[in-house]
């Protein structure tokens, strides 16, 4: 098949046509003519090869974009070699646009473009041709591939992808800084011919700014562009195609350039010399002028530090900075005084606080100003000579006294007259009056220093002219002690005695409280009423040392005969002049144990100062007698387990006597007399009972001195005590030892060794010490005091 493209509309455009007949090379050309090849086999014959003969090649067709002629647009011919042109061959077009855009002569094989084509929208097309028998239909040829390229004409202009671009460039640059760099694009093919060569230029925007033609970067290009003079520059940018030949397309931006701020100029004040009215009474801290300096910078650069060199100005005023408005705000650092100083005269300087050193040269960043300030003179109140005032004054004083004075006075030029008073709310009016027109601060009552020690007021001045204007003054009065209290005994407590005490004995030592207030200590001294029979029972001792010693005078004190004694003491003060005051003390008689030690007194006193409620006292009780219950459960479990002692009937020995009753130990007095397993001589001479004093006693041990009747009539009721219970144990005949006396433990007589028994030494005299006794229970303390008192008569 031939292949045949001319080309009539452009001359740009060539359309090559090839039709080649090709042996071998391309699968895709088959030929009509086939060609003999000979193999010679082994046996000697030949074998003939056939293959077809291309009959055709394809190449591209070009077709021109936007053609907009009346008629389409041919882009090449189709031909078979099969083709005898008499119309029996039809061609055959399939593929991208086949029958829409590209149309075929079935007859002739010609191709036309029916509509105009874009190559910035599709740069080719793949179609597929095929050569059919018209009367058969079957292929002359097998379907081959090519393709159509859309050729590229100049038919776009360049454009910016965005517009109007903002830009910045710090003012002061140099030149050939760089600003920014713009681009432009252009649809065309960049590939074919100038379409697409982009030139950049520069429309507006001369002489501050050029652009280089091939980068599209904007630089300045004029020295020193100065921000505060303009800031806004509009620079528009062209970018042509076609290399910027006659005939290219071209396209435009705009670009909005902004000097950015430098801190190229200093700070200046609008003036050189400032006026400025301060009252003297403005406050201290708050704020009582401004004062500005410009500065055509912006922002950091604009900042200003403003300060007082002057050391007149800077003792009594400060100067801060507002970093809203960067003014300098003028404050009083203390309180400004007409009637001292008039005015002031302030040199404040401003400074940048961001100082660029490439701009040094223009010379130091600060300004100076001199700003005069007059004091105003204002009406003030009276000022107090001094911030408070500390006074004294004695109690019990009359009223009326004097206590002490204030003093204020009018601080302006007049010297008004001041009038004096007392804040109406306070307590401290009800004991002091003040004098309008001295001052003079008195009491309206006599004061008590016990009561209150000081008192604190507060005295108000104001002018008799202006009485709205006040000043206050705090006035502390001290109220001096004098010797108005009598001394007093420092206890209230009752006084513990016990019946063991002797004579000589320290009972306690007592102390005197006094509300009087002494500055060199306390003096006391302390003895019995003069006008009151003497004591026959306690006597006081006076240590010097502000104590005394309560000192028992007898001995053998019983709490059943009387429990409660009072003791009235005397005490003197060292004031002057000395007061003396009687206390009564109360003393009462306990039992006590040895070395002192209370062993009972009143459980009803010992209960309440324990601090314990009838609730917990009913709880502790009941604990008790729980505690006792199990104790004699236990102790029932344990007899009723004990197994009986059984003796054989057979076991009968002399001089044995067997009872199933277990003594009562010790505290029984009804059992028979131990005495008995003495030593029979010895029990001839001791047959009494032990819970009985021995007759022999009384001639042995010599009358007592002094002895009072409670213990004689105590002895009698004890006496009489026994006696009874012995007639009673001797008529009962149910209890042990049913008159039967047995004795044992005999050692014989004459025995040269002697007897090591100490049952032979009940009738003698001993020195044992009964503190043991002590240690064995309440039980046994009675009778450890009997022993003892009975040695002490013995010794006596």
Avoid at 428 to 445: A, H, L, N, P
Avoid at 573 to 596: A, I, M
Wanted: hydrophobic share 35%; with cysteine; net charge negative.
């Amino acid at each position: 098949m031939r292949i045949s493209a001319t080309s009539c509309i452009c001359p740009f455009l060539v359309c090559l046509c090839f039709i080649q007949r090709c042996y071998g090379a391309s699968p895709h050309a088959p030929s009509r003519v086939p060609s003999r090849n000979q193999t010679r086999l082994a046996n000697g014959e030949t074998e003939v090869h056939h293959r077809p003969k291309r009959g055709w090649i394809w190449n591209q067709f070009f077709v021109l974009e936007e053609h907009m002629g009346p008629k389409a647009q041919y882009v090449g011919k189709l031909h078979s070699n099969s083709d005898k042109g008499d119309g029996s061959v039809r061609y055959i077009l399939s593929g991208e646009g086949a029958g829409t855009i590209f149309v075929i002569d079935e007859v002739t094989g010609d191709i036309h473009a029916t509509k105009s084509l874009d190559r910035e929208r599709k740069t080719h097309y793949v179609l597929h041709a095929q050569a059919l028998d018209r009367y058969t239909e079957e292929a002359l040829e097998p379907k081959s591939e090519f393709i159509i390229k859309v050729q590229d004409i100049n038919d776009n202009a360049p454009t910016f992808p965005d517009g109007p671009i903002e830009a910045s460039v710090p003012e002061m640059s140099e030149v050939g800084t760089s600003v920014l760099q713009v681009i432009a694009l252009d649809a065309d093919d960049p590939t074919y011919g100038n379409s697409a060569r982009i030139v950049y230029s520069i429309l507006q925007g001369q002489p501050y700014f050029s652009v280089d033609p091939k980068t599209g970067i904007i630089r300045t290009a004029l020295a020193d562009m100065d921000r505060e003079a303009r800031e806004h520059y509009t620079v528009v940018i062209q970018a042509k195609d076609m290399a910027g030949q006659v005939g290219g397309l071209s396209g435009s931006t705009t670009i909005n350039i902004t000097l950015t701020d430098v801190n190229d100029n200093p700070p200046q004040f609008p003036q050189k010399n400032y006026q400025l009215y301060v009252p003297e009474s403005a406050q201290v801290g708050k704020p009582v002028g401004k004062i500005k300096a410009n500065d055509e910078d912006l922002g950091v650069n604009a900042d200003i530090k403003y300060s007082i060199i002057n050391s007149e100005g800077a003792n009594t005023f400060f100067i801060s900075t507002d970093r809203d408005t960067r003014e300098g705000i003028l404050s009083l650092k203390k309180l400004l005084n007409y009637e001292r100083k008039k005015t002031y005269t302030l040199h404040i300087e401003g400074t940048n606080t961001h100082v660029d050193p490439r701009f040094s040269f223009l010379g130091s960043f600060k300004d100076t100003a001199t700003l005069k300030i007059t004091v105003g003179d204002v009406d003030e109140a009276p000022v107090f000579s001094m911030d408070y005032y500390i006074m004294d004054v004695y109690e019990n004083t009359p009223r009326g006294t004097e206590v002490g004075a204030v003093t204020a006075r009018d601080p302006d030029s007049r010297n008004s007259p001041v009038r004096y008073f007392m804040d109406s709310e306070e307590e401290g009016k009800r004991y002091f009056r003040i004098d309008e027109s001295t001052g003079v601060v008195r009491t309206t009552q006599p004061l008590d220093r016990e009561e209150m020690p000081w008192h604190n007021i507060t005295v108000m001045a104001s002018e008799v002219d202006n009485p709205s204007l006040l000043s206050h003054v705090p006035v502390n009065v001290q109220v001096l002690d004098v010797n108005d209290n009598p001394p007093e005994i420092a206890t209230d407590e009752e006084v513990i005695v016990c019946e063991s005490s002797r004579p000589g004995q320290v009972i306690q030592t007592v102390t005197a409280v006094d509300k009087d207030d002494f500055a060199n200590g306390q003096r006391f001294s302390f003895a019995l009423p003069s006008q009151l029979p003497v004591n026959p029972n306690f006597t006081l001792k006076d240590n010097e040392d502000s104590t005394a010693s309560i000192i028992a005078r007898r001995r053998r004190f019983n709490h059943l005969t009387q429990e409660l004694y009072e003791l009235p003491i005397v005490v003197w003060d060292g004031g002057e002049p000395s007061l003396s005051g009687t206390s009564t003390l109360t003393l009462r008689v306990c039992p006590c144990q040895r070395h002192g030690r209370i062993r009972m007194c009143q459980g009803e006193a010992f209960l309440s100062s324990a601090g314990l409620s009838t609730g917990a006292l009913i709880a502790i009780l009941l604990c008790i007698i729980i505690l006792l219950a199990i104790v004699v459960l236990f102790i029932t479990l344990r007899r009723s387990k004990k197994e009986p002692l059984v003796i054989s009937e057979e076991d009968i020995r002399e001089n044995v006597v067997t009872y199933d009753d277990e003594g009562g130990g010790e505290e029984d007095t009804e059992a028979f007399d131990i005495i008995a397993l003495r030593n029979p001589a010895a029990a001839e001479e001791l047959k009494f009972r032990r819970d009985i004093r021995p007759e022999s006693r009384k001639h042995c041990v010599p009358p007592r001195s002094r002895r009072s009747p409670s213990v004689e009539l105590d002895e009698q009721d004890v006496h009489k005590f026994i006696k009874q219970k012995l007639v009673e144990a001797d008529m009962d005949t149910s209890v042990p030892p049913y008159d039967s006396l047995q004795t044992y433990a005999y050692e014989g007589q004459g025995s040269p060794t002697g007897t090591v028994s100490p049952l032979d030494s009940a009738g003698t005299q001993s020195e044992q010490d009964y503190n043991y006794l002590d240690d064995w229970g309440p039980e046994f303390h009675k009778l450890a005091e009997l022993y003892a008192e009975a040695e002490s008569d013995v010794t006596t």
